[in-house]
């Protein structure tokens, strides 16, 4: 492999192992919108004291709650209706993942591009997840969705250290460093933000396709809604047998089904990546 690429790891791995790597933090109203879910004597109207200060995110909350999701007999008018329906744990883990979208832009259009790409495909990965977790499992939604919103969140601090070194590298190059990695690093940046340990593990092991655990969690989950994404592509992992990897058993799946084939799920499935978009 190239010297560009070596030098690209050693100088990110290095910075790992001196804690000198320089983590992204999560944005302001991502960090108070969790402080008060966690807060036991916070309230509803403290929450949405707070999101109301981001009127993009109190509109795509408030359309969250008008969607085929979450639809109820009455319509969703403002964000307090909004926070009521949803819960405060389920508000805060949305809220949190919707905030970090501000987080996958660049001043480089090459790196905008990949972030932006990297962005549309954890919110069609978070959106099946969502559903998977609804229909499957007895995890949280919501987390779920979180899960993989931030799974591939190891690929910021790559791409930043890119455009600021204004490294020219090929996107073939690129990629084989990114896939080596952005789990690792993925999973410092969940530790660092406090995450709960079951989603610090999902970008380590959503690609582990032998992993043998006691029951779903949030990984599999990922790990399947993944493949989904890349069934009946020119992806490698469709070389696989997918009988082999027993996520599908622990969600009780069937790895040779096409769940977009299944109208009912993948029509949630739709409308749950539409959400986040």
């Not at 009455?74 to 805060?92: C, D, K, P, Q």
């Not at 032998?210 to 592509?233: E, I, P």
Request: net charge negative; proline share 4%.
């Amino acid at each position: 492999m190239s010297t560009i690429v070596d030098t690209i790891r050693d100088d990110i791995l290095s910075a790992i192992e001196s804690d000198k790597l320089i983590l992204p933090t999560l944005p302001e109203v991502a960090l108070q919108v969790r402080d008060i879910a966690e807060a036991e004597d916070s309230s509803i109207m403290d929450l949405v004291k707070v999101i109301s200060n981001d009127t993009a995110l109190s509109a795509r909350l408030i359309r969250v709650c008008n969607s085929p999701l979450f639809r109820g007999s009455r319509a969703i008018e403002n964000l307090n209706m909004a926070v009521s329906r949803l819960g405060m744990a389920y508000t805060s883990n949305l809220a949190m993942g919707l905030a970090m979208e501000q987080m996958f832009q660049a001043t480089s259009d090459m790196i905008d591009k990949r972030l932006r790409a990297n962005w549309q495909t954890s919110t069609e990965v978070a959106g099946i997840c969502h559903v998977l977790a609804q229909q499957y499992t007895r995890l949280k939604p919501d987390q779920a969705t979180l899960a993989g919103l931030v799974h591939m969140i190891g690929v910021l601090p790559i791409l930043r250290y890119v455009e600021d070194q204004d490294v020219q590298i090929s996107s073939i190059m690129l990629d084989n460093v990114i896939d080596e990695l952005h789990p690792r690093i993925g999973a410092s940046i969940l530790k660092r933000w406090d995450f709960p340990e079951d989603l610090q593990l999902v970008p380590l092991e959503y690609q582990n396709y032998r992993r043998q655990v006691a029951s779903a969690d949030y990984a599999d989950l990922v790990m399947v809604a993944n493949l989904q994404l890349l069934a009946g592509t020119d992806n490698p992992v469709n070389e696989m047998d997918w009988s082999t990897i027993s996520a599908f058993d622990r969600l009780g799946l069937d790895p040779n089904a096409n769940l977009n084939e299944e109208e009912d799920l993948n029509a949630q499935m739709e409308a749950a990546m539409a959400l986040l978009k």
